[in-house]
Structure formats: structure tokens, C-alpha cells
């Protein structure tokens, strides 16, 4: 699935975003997840700096 989406991202019409990839360590049981978010270029960096 992640194919189609990066493959998604190298249209034309998708060169205005970018996959945003976060660890997110669970409190249960202290092992990272991973998201995965697409936003547009101007939202990365509030995207990162959120918690």
C-alpha cells in the first residue's frame, strides 16, 4: 500500500505534499508506532512539532 500512495505523491497534481512519518511510543507497553500522515508542503513543519 505504501507503493500507492508514494506513487500517488509523484503526479503532477501531488508534488504540493509530503508523507510525514512520527515514532509514537505507546504508554502501555513503551514500543514505538509508527504514523503516517500526508500533508500539504506548507504543513510540515506544524505537523512535526506537534505532540
Keep these: 500500500?505504501?507503493?500507492k500512495v508514494v506513487a500517488s505523491l509523484q503526479k503532477k497534481e501531488g508534488k504540493?505534499?509530503?508523507k510525514v512519518?512520527?515514532?509514537v511510543r505507546s504508554?502501555?507497553?513503551d514500543a514505538y508506532t509508527?504514523?503516517?500522515?500526508?500533508?500539504?508542503?506548507?504543513?510540515v513543519q506544524d505537523?512535526?512539532?506537534k505532540n
Design 21 to 23: 512519518i512520527r515514532a
Design 27 to 29: 504508554e502501555k507497553t
Design 1 to 3: 500500500m505504501a507503493k
Design 34 to 43: 509508527f504514523r503516517e500522515e500526508i500533508v500539504t508542503l506548507d504543513q
Design 16 to 18: 504540493n505534499f509530503a
Design 47 to 49: 505537523t512535526l512539532k
